[in-house]
């Protein structure tokens, strides 16, 4: 039988579980003390939802689960592949929040504001900073329209960042609303303008000139792609510019009114910029858009937006929306990789009791220890070198023996 893990998937080490628990702990900390509050749902969920979900490129990247027993037998006889499934893995954790909500909807405040820091799981082909089965750490708000949401979550997860050591970031805005109306305005029709923004949030990978390329690639009328172009050329991107292009450029009042807001917010801790580019490749998102990016990853680290029509599949009427989510996997890579060391933590000890010892009061000296350590009890070794060694590895600061009062130090390897 096989000892590693699945391909995209981990084993964590003692010592690396520990540094994240602590992560998370801060994040949760941070985010509770702002009034969110904690839910779970299931990892799976029905087919249909997952396929209507609106989630761009993440609807390949589906893990998808057969039916079972007499049902699978149908399926395979139909030699249908579309019957062969009727539930998945949830590749993030706005679907799920969207159905919960939903079932749940009298049962919860307006606004409401929740946690969700779980497993998503993506078919991704793994790589650095891409796994297939990953943890996220959302925030989200519904129930409130006003881009007074939007800035909430952008002081609560920046602070979050802020709190777990994470510094030289910078929070990039857009809103979609006002990308469309540019684009449209150009002389995109608006059934293609999904395909436009797809490649248009290319353009920090492609270039202006390889945003050009493609769009001329998939067949769209030239001279809305030439408009794009000579917009890209004149280098003024700026948002008072992109609003001029749109046929109501109080489209943009909200985005102005954030930008400014949190500009404020951050007061020079971190960056604040607007992006006109910034897509985000879920297809759910209505309005205003962010990504979290920094210098030590290449991709974003945290990452969200509005999305005001998921909610409304379910309830078929429309209930505001917006989320932020922080990419735990690349945010925790990036802190160990600095050497991150648990703020405010005790040493660890361990205390080794030989075989004829009275094992109450082997716990009972354990308990008094921990007012100061972080106590493990262990039978002492008959070759106590290597059992030092092998303490001192895993993180241990000293070794106290059960029938003495002194204490060897150790030079904790973690």
Not at 79 to 86: A, C, E, I, T, Y
Not at 348 to 366: H, I, M, Q, S, T
């Amino acid at each position: 039988m096989k000892t590693q893990p699945l391909k995209g998937m981990r084993d964590l080490l003692p010592a690396e579980q520990r540094l994240r628990d602590s992560i998370q702990s801060q994040i949760l900390e941070t985010y509770r003390a702002a009034g969110f509050e904690r839910i779970s749902t299931p990892m799976l969920e029905d087919a249909e939802n997952l396929d209507k979900s609106d989630g761009g490129d993440n609807l390949n990247l589906i893990f998808k689960v057969l039916k079972r027993g007499e049902k699978l037998s149908e399926a395979l006889a139909a030699n249908d592949p579309k019957l062969l499934s009727d539930m998945g893995l949830r590749y993030d954790l706005t679907l799920p929040l969207s159905r919960y909500y939903a079932a749940n909807r009298a049962s919860l405040p307006t606004p409401f504001k929740v946690i969700q820091t779980d497993r998503v799981f993506r078919a991704e082909r793994p790589q650095k900073g891409r796994l297939r089965e990953f943890v996220q750490c959302d925030i989200d708000i519904l129930g409130d329209e006003s881009p007074n949401a939007e800035l909430e979550l952008i002081d609560v997860t920046t602070r979050a960042l802020l709190k777990i050591g994470f510094s030289g970031f910078k929070v990039n805005i857009n809103d979609r609303r006002i990308l469309r109306g540019m684009l449209e305005a150009m002389g995109f029709a608006p059934e293609t303008l999904d395909s436009v923004c797809i490649t248009f949030d290319k353009m920090d990978k492609i270039g202006a000139e390889g945003v050009e390329a493609e769009l001329a690639e998939k067949q769209l009328p030239a001279a809305a792609v030439r408009a794009l172009a000579d917009f890209l050329a004149a280098g003024d991107t700026s948002l008072a510019a992109v609003a001029a292009r749109c046929k109501n450029p109080a489209v943009a009042d909200d985005l102005k009114y954030v930008l400014a807001t949190a500009e404020k917010l951050a007061n020079g801790r971190y960056g604040i910029a607007y992006c006109p580019s910034l897509v985000r490749g879920q297809g759910y998102y209505t309005g205003m858009v962010f990504e979290v990016t920094c210098p030590q990853f290449s991709g974003a680290v945290a990452g969200g937006g509005r999305y005001d029509n998921m909610v409304g599949k379910f309830l078929g009427q429309q209930v505001p929306a917006v989320g932020f989510s922080i990419g735990f996997e690349r945010v925790c890579g990036i802190l160990l990789e600095q050497g991150y060391q648990i703020p405010g933590k005790k040493q660890r000890l361990a205390l080794v009791y030989l075989p004829e010892a009275d094992f109450a009061a082997v716990l009972a000296k354990a308990e008094r220890l921990r007012a100061d350590y972080d106590v493990t009890i262990l039978p002492q070794a008959k070759k106590l070198g290597k059992q030092f060694a092998q303490l001192e590895a895993a993180g241990y600061s000293a070794v106290a023996f059960a029938d003495k009062e002194d204490l060897k130090q150790l030079n904790p390897a973690l």
